[in-house]
């Protein structure tokens, strides 16, 4: 299994330009999530999915967008890249484990991360 | 939504010293209670876990503790070596299922 896998691990982007992160999974996992992580700082969600065709948001959604047309894929777009995007974005997955004692999440695998500059 | 309070955010050690970082939640829902590593660099991987049916696991060096009642659990890494040098992040679902993660802890180990 490749794991979580995300491109491009660099890119430099102009204000105002556009891009697309892609991220694949090869777990089966349900939950899918972009965060992003400035330097020296904690993780914060952008946004995530629960499963194929449902998406929401995290703590940190403005100027960004996500679709999950498979259970594979979860590509994160950014429109009108601005230079507060500058960060570390890593994508990641985790099962819906299910037992007698009900539903709760599992691992979060991740991705080795996209480190994207916006001059 | 849940909060998630993580402490110290830097620790400093010597070698072979033992170091410990705590977490609070709020959120009793999820029983999942994991803490992830993150070398200079590199991406964040889980190194232990624990679910709420028991209060401690052990993995060699390192240790999570759990209590309930007070919202809490905490890493623990005896016998420190400079490779545990690393940011550590703790984590919480609560009900939503989706993990808060705490503001990291970076530890120094010193030779």
């Known amino acids: 299994n490749a794991g979580v896998t995300q491109t491009p691990k660099f890119r430099i982007l102009k204000i105002g330009q556009s891009m697309t992160l892609q991220c694949t999974q090869d777990m089966n996992h349900n939950y899918m999530y972009w965060y992003r992580q400035d330097p020296g700082m904690g993780l914060k969600l952008i946004y995530y999915s629960v499963g194929a065709g449902i998406t929401d948001k995290g703590e940190v959604p403005n100027g960004y967008n996500v679709s999950r047309s498979t259970t594979e894929d979860f590509p994160l777009r950014l429109e009108l890249a601005a230079p507060s995007q500058t960060s570390v974005y890593f994508c990641a997955s985790s099962p819906l484990l299910r037992s007698r004692a009900g539903e709760d999440t599992g691992e979060l695998f991740f991705g080795e991360g996209s480190r994207l500059t916006v001059l | 939504g849940e909060n998630v309070e993580q402490h110290p955010s830097t620790l400093s050690v010597q070698e072979g010293d033992s170091a410990v970082i705590k977490c609070t939640y709020s959120?009793?829902?999820?029983?999942?209670f994991p803490w992830y590593k993150q070398e200079l660099g590199k991406r964040p991987q889980l190194i232990i876990d624990?679910?709420?049916?028991?209060g401690e696991k052990k993995d060699q060096r390192i240790a999570v503790t759990l209590n309930k009642t007070a919202k809490h659990f905490s890493l623990h890494i005896t016998e420190t070596q400079p490779e545990d040098s690393a940011v550590y992040f703790c984590a919480h679902s609560g009900g939503s299922y989706i993990p808060t993660f705490g503001r990291g802890t970076s530890l120094i180990v010193h030779p």
């Open positions: 624990i679910r709420s049916n028991v």
């Open positions: 959120d009793s829902a999820s029983n999942y």
